[in-house]
C-alpha cells in the first residue's frame, strides 16, 4: 500500500500510514496506550496523541521557563503542514 500524498489531509491517510509517518519521524509508540506518542530531539522532546478529531503535541520543559506547551492539530491539515508545524519544535 501506498501513502496517499504529502499534501492530503490526514484524515484520508488510513491509521497504519499515519502510524508509519510517527515512527519515520522518530516517534515511539506507548505499548500501554496506542494512541500516546513520544518524540525527542537534541533541542526538545514531547509527547504526541492521537485524539478522535486532532492530534494534541505536548512539548516538555520548554525554555525560558520550562513549562510544558501543548498545542492542537485538527486532521484536516495535510500530512506535510502537520510535519512542518509539529517537528519544527516548540
Not at 514531547?46 to 492530534?55: C, F, H
Not at 520550562?66 to 503542514?81: A, G, M, P, T
Request: aromatic fraction near 8%; charge should be negative; glycine fraction near 2%.
Amino acid at each position: 500500500m501506498v501513502m496517499p500524498t504529502a499534501d492530503t489531509p490526514l484524515y484520508n491517510h488510513p491509521l497504519p500510514d499515519i502510524e508509519q509517518w510517527l515512527r519515520d519521524q522518530g516517534c515511539r509508540q506507548n505499548p500501554e496506550a496506542l494512541h500516546e506518542w513520544h518524540v525527542e530531539t537534541t533541542a526538545w522532546q514531547a509527547d504526541i496523541a492521537l485524539d478522535v478529531d486532532s492530534i494534541v503535541v505536548r512539548y516538555l520543559d520548554t525554555p525560558p521557563a520550562s513549562e510544558d506547551v501543548q498545542r492542537i492539530f485538527k486532521y484536516s491539515l495535510s500530512r506535510q503542514d502537520l510535519e512542518e508545524a509539529i517537528f519544527s519544535g516548540p
